[in-house]
């Protein structure tokens, strides 16, 4: 069964204090892997998406690698409007739905 | 702004009771998907329409049924409703059925359904 994992479950930074959230997945013919941020009561927001091992892609101060059975979202120097929470998601082969992970709570203290 | 909308942005209905969320999906957009977040679970596919067909089905319960209109907006019926079906629901929209690469879906801002 495809399954997305992220770690850990909530994270607390000090603003300026670097850090990575995790994103595990089980999904054969991995179709292509997805970020978004989403805030409280708000619809998730696309942040990257990442197709092949070995990617990156950067927005500010947000980075997103991909590996054959993980990807990383790397926030450097983070600033208390990037508390959010952030949701990795993949999409399997043969249509077109996006298989959740339950998210990743970061809050940034000033 | 995603381009998405949803309405309405709350709803309050009481067990046994039937509604209808809608979604409007970005201009030019064909495909149409229904996800379900709760509270104790991520973010769970129900089902996607193409062009006003169904193309996929996922965790979407029989008292659930949706459907895309020949404008390309949607509706999602929920039936029977019990204290369970409590949750955010969400639309989201992308380009086309089946690109080159997977397409980015873009999400609304969710309705939010309370059953008593």
């Known amino acids: 069964e495809d399954q997305v994992t992220q770690s850990p479950e909530a994270l607390r930074l000090q603003e300026g204090e670097s850090s990575s959230l995790n994103c595990s997945y089980t999904?054969?013919?991995?179709?292509?892997l997805f970020w978004y941020r989403q805030d409280p009561g708000k619809g998730p927001e696309f942040l990257f998406t990442?197709?092949?091992a070995g990617e990156e892609k950067e927005k500010e101060r947000l980075k997103a690698t991909l590996t054959k059975k993980e990807s990383f979202l790397h926030i450097t120097a983070p600033k208390p409007e990037d508390s959010a929470t952030y949701l990795c998601?993949?999409?399997?082969?043969?249509?077109?739905?996006?298989?959740f992970g339950t998210g990743t709570r970061l809050l940034v203290s000033p | 702004d995603s381009g998405v909308t949803q309405t309405p942005k709350h709803l309050i209905t009481a067990t046994g009771q039937r509604v209808t969320l809608r979604c409007s999906p970005r201009s030019g957009d064909l495909s149409v998907y229904w996800y379900q977040q709760s509270l104790d679970q991520g973010l769970q596919f129900l089902i996607q329409?193409?062009?006003?067909?169904?193309?996929a089905k996922g965790n979407i319960l029989e008292r659930f049924s949706a459907q895309q209109f020949p404008d390309l907006h949607s509706e999602l019926n929920l039936s029977s409703l019990e204290l369970g079906d409590s949750a955010l629901y969400f639309c989201?929209?992308?380009?086309?059925?089946?690109?080159?690469?997977?397409?980015?879906?873009?999400f609304g801002p969710g309705t939010r359904l309370l059953v008593l």
């Open positions: 329409y193409y062009n006003g067909e169904e193309r």
């Open positions: 989201a929209s992308s380009g086309g059925e089946r690109g080159g690469r997977e397409e980015t879906q873009y």
């Open positions: 999904v054969s013919g991995l179709r292509g």
């Open positions: 990442l197709y092949s």
């Open positions: 998601a993949a999409a399997p082969p043969g249509f077109q739905k996006l298989v």
